[in-house]
């Protein structure tokens, strides 16, 4: 790809030195923002009309002018993208992006490497970047059964392994919230100095028992952070999401912390977990949209803490790079593993209910959809019209909900959270759902989230591997009957979000007006001949563009 500078046509140069003044008006400054236009891209729109058009125009953060030449001025930058598939930017209607830029040590994220020698070959080039010593970790949103290919058994690298791939830096993995994990040498000898059990083969034992020894040694690491290392760990994340293409993240939170040796992964501290992000954004600095649910769990039924953020915070408050929308994805009292109605929960959802938030669920076994979909219809029939219908309550992941249900929420004016990644890297044949041909046959809004980065990966081109395929990590084919097309697929990652974020008059579709966001992709997604099912999973981003700003590739090397 070529970029050129000052690109006139001879037309538009003639009419301006035909100008009085004309001298004077080509040596005015160009007004502050972008002025960039794509031009020779396969531009998918992904409007109500799915237009595909071969140019766009940005003018400072905003899509000016989609398909036809607007002509450049001499403050245009032209980006000839030859022929490259361009997409709206990605939205991750539900994930983790803040406990993932917590994390301690450098992160690395696990989730691509299909052998353990690739997943070797990942933490050695991180290794690379960083002065010896320095911490390589990745912790959650990777699974054994994506690094070793069938026939052999799943599992992780050994410490022997680590120590031939990362001599001179200590490395930590771990799976999911609470482990297993296994380190290196390094790691080992600083964990022991911690009387933390390591095995011979640096293995340390996970398991939800806790304390366990895999969540003594993540209080060991986080003991180590320092407020510059969860900025900078905040920006990597973001990084890594612009390179796949991600320009917009809705955080569900974490589970708010205990202060005790039983936080996992998923565990915050509530009061100050959002201050790197909020430092980052003060500076200008984030490079992806962030959207933020605030995620409450009491157990006390008059829910105090709920009540406080209701009555002293603002929903839907912010600015287009940050912005509060709600709360979810737990509302009050309920547990991560079986939703229950409880007192608090009731209480809770009505209190949302009344302060005209919006709120999110998540649903996870058989019976959690039912639980709460059925109590969002006791405190919509109890409420003045039009009760919780213009709210958007969202029901996420839903991998097992019924089309009567799906109804039901639909009356109540609500939606559905889908995820695909989890169930590529852990999905059986039993576990598979979400339908998401029944859904979106259905009519009720359903939008694409990975749930990253803790049980599931991040990668949107993983989930959509998943969506299109019904194909897990081992290439078994266990949700054949509810796979979608390939573009009904990506709408559900692009335009069908701007449903989940409130803002689908900005963001979500390449259409003037929007937030200027898009991803130009190394490897055509639509062409089922030139990229096979197998390689939606190594699609990735060549150039991000988030509001106008370039925030992942360089143009000139298109
Ligand atoms: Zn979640």
């Known amino acids: 790809?070529?970029?050129?500078?000052?690109?006139?046509?001879?037309?538009?140069?003639?009419?301006?030195?035909?100008?009085?003044?004309?001298?004077?008006?080509?040596?005015?400054?160009?007004?502050?923002?972008?002025?960039?236009?794509?031009?020779?891209?396969?531009?998918?729109?992904?409007?109500?009309?799915?237009?595909?058009?071969?140019?766009?125009?940005?003018?400072?953060?905003?899509?000016?002018?989609?398909?036809?030449?607007?002509?450049?001025?001499?403050?245009?930058?032209?980006?000839?993208?030859?022929?490259?598939?361009?997409?709206?930017?990605?939205?991750?209607?539900?994930?983790h992006i803040v406990l993932l830029g917590l994390r301690p040590g450098h992160d690395v994220r696990l989730e691509n490497a299909r052998s353990i020698e690739a997943a070797l070959e990942t933490l050695a080039a991180k290794a690379a970047q960083l002065p010896p010593g320095e911490w390589i970790t990745s912790i959650g949103g990777f699974d054994p059964s994506h690094l070793v290919p069938p026939p052999g058994e799943p599992r992780l690298p050994t410490l022997d392994e680590l120590d031939r791939a990362v001599p001179d830096h200590p490395v930590y993995l771990q799976i999911s919230?609470?482990?297993?994990?296994?380190?290196?040498?390094?790691?080992?000898?600083?964990?022991?100095?911690?009387?933390?059990?390591v095995g011979a083969d640096g293995s340390i034992a996970g398991g939800f028992e806790t304390p366990n020894p895999s969540t003594r040694a993540l209080h060991a690491l986080r003991a180590l952070q320092t407020f510059e290392d969860r900025m900078r760990g905040t920006l990597d994340a973001m990084r890594y999401a612009a390179s796949l293409g991600l320009t917009t993240h809705f955080d569900q939170g974490g589970f708010p912390a205990t202060g005790t040796p039983a936080d996992g992964a998923a565990h915050l501290d509530p009061s100050s977990a959002y201050d790197a992000?909020?430092?980052?954004?003060?500076?200008?600095?984030?490079?992806?949209?962030?959207?933020?649910?605030?995620?409450?769990?009491?157990?006390?039924?008059?829910?105090?803490?709920?009540?406080?953020?209701?009555?002293?915070?603002?929903?839907?408050?912010?600015?287009?790079?940050?912005?509060?929308?709600?709360?979810?994805?737990?509302?009050?009292?309920?547990?991560?593993?079986?939703?229950t109605a409880t007192p608090a929960w009731?209480?809770?959802?009505?209190?949302?209910?009344?302060?005209?938030?919006?709120?999110?669920?998540?649903?996870?076994?058989?019976?959690?959809?039912?639980?709460?979909?059925?109590?969002?219809?006791?405190?919509?029939?109890?409420?003045?019209?039009?009760?919780?219908?213009?709210?958007?309550?969202?029901?996420?992941?839903?991998?097992f909900i019924t089309r009567e249900y799906?109804?039901?929420?639909?009356?109540?004016?609500?939606?559905v959270s889908v995820l695909g990644g989890w169930r590529y890297i852990s999905g059986t044949a039993e576990q598979n759902g979400p339908p998401f041909r029944m859904l979106v046959d259905s009519g009720i809004p359903v939008g694409m989230s990975s749930d990253g980065m803790q049980i599931s990966p991040m990668n949107p081109w993983l989930g959509l591997y998943y969506v299109v395929t019904g194909?897990?990590?081992?290439?078994?084919?266990?949700?054949?009957?509810?796979?979608?097309?390939?573009?009904?697929a990506l709408r559900l990652y692009t335009a069908a979000n701007g449903w989940f974020l409130n803002e689908e008059d900005a963001i979500g579709s390449i259409e003037p007006g929007k937030y200027a966001d898009l991803a130009v992709l190394d490897r055509d997604y639509f062409d089922e001949r030139a990229t096979p099912d197998d390689d939606i999973k190594r699609i990735r981003s060549l150039l991000t563009i988030v509001g106008g700003r370039i925030v992942h590739g360089r143009p000139d090397a298109l």
């Open 277 to 339: 992000l909020l430092r980052l954004h003060r500076g200008g600095r984030l490079i992806n949209r962030v959207r933020l649910n605030f995620l409450h769990m009491e157990d006390d039924p008059a829910t105090p803490a709920l009540r406080a953020r209701l009555e002293n915070a603002f929903p839907e408050s912010g600015d287009d790079m940050l912005r509060v929308v709600g709360i979810g994805e737990f509302t009050a009292g309920s547990s991560p593993i079986v939703m």
């Open 346 to 399: 009731e209480n809770g959802t009505r209190l949302v209910a009344e302060a005209g938030w919006r709120n999110e669920n998540h649903s996870l076994t058989p019976t959690d959809f039912q639980t709460i979909i059925d109590g969002w219809q006791r405190i919509h029939e109890s409420l003045p019209e039009p009760g919780i219908r213009p709210l958007r309550w969202v029901l996420a992941h839903a991998p």
């Open 471 to 488: 194909k897990n990590a081992r290439g078994e084919a266990i949700n054949a009957e509810q796979t979608l097309d390939r573009r009904t």
């Open 406 to 415: 799906v109804d039901k929420l639909r009356a109540l004016g609500g939606g």
């Open 1 to 95: 790809m070529k970029r050129r500078h000052l690109a006139l046509s001879f037309a538009s140069l003639a009419a301006i030195l035909a100008l009085p003044g004309a001298a004077r008006a080509q040596d005015a400054p160009c007004a502050p923002g972008a002025d960039l236009l794509l031009v020779n891209g396969r531009i998918h729109t992904m409007d109500a009309d799915a237009r595909v058009v071969s140019s766009v125009h940005i003018l400072g953060d905003r899509f000016a002018a989609v398909g036809g030449d607007p002509g450049p001025t001499r403050c245009t930058e032209v980006i000839d993208l030859e022929g490259r598939t361009v997409v709206p930017g990605l939205i991750d209607n539900h994930n």
């Open 177 to 197: 919230f609470a482990g297993p994990a296994v380190t290196n040498s390094a790691g080992k000898a600083f964990f022991e100095s911690r009387d933390i059990d």
